[in-house]
Each structure stands twice: as C-alpha cells, then as structure tokens.
C-alpha cells in the first residue's frame, strides 16, 4: 500500500530493544507450531511526530521454518499532532487507534541489502 501523507498519517515502528516473556496461554497456533512471546521497545513515527512505545510480540515458528511475528501497539493520535475527527458533531473518532501487524521470514543464504 502506498502511504499518502496528505490524506493519511503514516506510520513507522523502529525495534530498539526486545525481551523474552512468557507466552500467554489462550494464544491459538497451528499444529506443531512453537510459540515465544517478546516485550518489544519500539519507536513509533507518525507524521514526523516520534514516541518511545511497549510492543508485546508474538513469535510462531511454523513446521516448515517460516517464522511469523504479530502484534499492536496503542496510541493516542493526539500524541502525534493529529485531531480526532469529528464528522457535523455527530460522528467521533476516538483519539486511541489499534496499529496491528504480522509478517513472515524465512532462513535464507542470500545477504539482505542494507538501507532498505
């Protein structure tokens, strides 16, 4: 998805520091699937504005070695220079939004390029 900063706020999470935690115990994996838990410290970017955040972190490792990581932070948009909307003072967008993510890595030999 491409980010349009005119319209919407984008968003980046910087990992500065992590930590093992022990995993929850309701957290659904897939069969023969191992979980570990991970306290994250982050720096979250929004629209130039930058916050120091805690992300807890989920790490699955699948049967075939894929690694999946997931998470959300909470923020305030009012945190970051941005105004809840108010919509003819009918409709309120409430000031804390969810920022949620997952992705997936794989073992591989090939060097991964710097700066990207």
Do not use: H, W
Request: aromatic share 6%.
């Amino acid at each position: 998805m491409t980010c349009r900063p005119r319209r919407f706020a984008c968003c980046k999470l910087r990992i500065t520091r992590s930590s093992r935690q022990s995993a929850p115990n309701r957290i659904a994996v897939s069969r023969g699937a191992r979980l570990k838990a991970y306290g994250m410290r982050a720096t979250a970017t929004i629209r130039g504005q930058s916050r120091n955040v805690s992300v807890p972190v989920r790490r699955e490792r699948r049967p075939d070695g894929v690694l999946s990581f997931s998470g959300e932070v909470r923020v305030k948009q009012s945190d970051y220079g941005i105004k809840p909307e108010s919509v003819g003072g009918v409709v309120n967008v409430k000031d804390e939004v969810v920022i949620r993510f997952q992705f997936a890595a794989r073992r591989t030999d090939r060097a991964c390029p710097v700066g990207r």
